[in-house]
């Protein structure tokens, strides 16, 4: 039984550790680094400022010889190094460290996530309190 509770708590925290992590991923930040930048937020573009905060499906426009980068919440950025207009994505995908992720399209945080959750229940599994079950028949 105490299996059951502790493999529900890791579960309960791990889907916990996931929503504050994609909460803040919606948060945009323009970065100029060089040259003329506009956005539209649903309306005409208008000249941005350095640091700008942007929503998921604002436009960014990039003048000739322009750059800048989106810096998402949870540090991943996106960089925009040509001229032409661009769509702010709700999330963003960190550069894969192996080329397998990168392959596959797995975000490392998941990967940890999951990871954690099955530490956990091994954890769990290899702590086992056999204390409840019944004890064995004694014979006379």
């Given at each position: ?54 929503e ?25 190094k ?57 014979s006379?």
């Open positions: 039984m105490k299996t059951l509770q502790i493999l529900s708590l890791a579960c309960a925290l791990g889907a916990a550790s996931i929503l504050p992590a994609h909460a803040q991923e919606s948060l945009v930040t323009l970065r100029i680094d060089s040259g003329t930048v506009m956005t539209s937020q649903g309306s005409e573009f208008a000249t941005a400022g350095n640091g700008a905060t942007l998921p499906g604002s436009r960014v426009m990039l003048g000739d010889n322009s750059a800048a980068t989106l810096v998402y919440g949870n540090g991943c950025t996106r960089p925009l040509s001229g032409g207009v661009y769509t702010v994505t709700p999330s963003c995908t960190p550069v894969a460290t192996y080329p397998a992720e990168a392959a596959a399209g797995i975000e490392l945080d998941s990967v940890l996530v999951i990871a954690g959750l099955a530490a956990a229940g091994a954890v769990g599994l290899g702590s086992r309190d056999d204390t409840d079950a019944p004890p064995p028949p004694v006379r």
